[in-house]
């Protein structure tokens, strides 16, 4: 588990680091936008980490302008609810896509 978070906050920093070597002036716009959903996305994942009966490896999470996608396979219909429901609790999130599928 501490592994993943590492990973996760590594990848965020060096995604975080990409991005604002590539802003312009003018207050940011899409390059801002980028960043919050960069971090809305770790954030789920962070949070869905922490919730025992799910696991990360089979959640994909996207998340542009604050709508979160939730995508793979899980194996109880309770685990869809539970995901969506984690994802829902993160700051910034403005609404759940949850396509999740049973196996």
Not at 55 to 61: A, M, Q, T
């Amino acid at each position: 588990m501490k592994r993943f978070g590492i990973t996760t906050a590594l990848a965020v920093m060096l995604t975080l680091g990409q991005v604002a070597g590539c802003a312009t002036s003018g207050g940011g716009g899409p390059v801002a936008q980028y960043v919050d959903d960069a971090t809305i996305t770790a954030g789920v994942k962070a949070a869905i980490v922490r919730e025992p009966t799910l696991s990360v490896f089979d959640i994909e999470v996207e998340t542009v302008q604050g709508v979160v996608q939730l995508s793979g396979f899980v194996s109880s219909a309770d685990s869809v609810a539970a995901a969506a429901s984690v994802a829902r609790t993160v700051k910034g999130v403005k609404s759940v896509k949850n396509d999740l599928r049973l196996k």
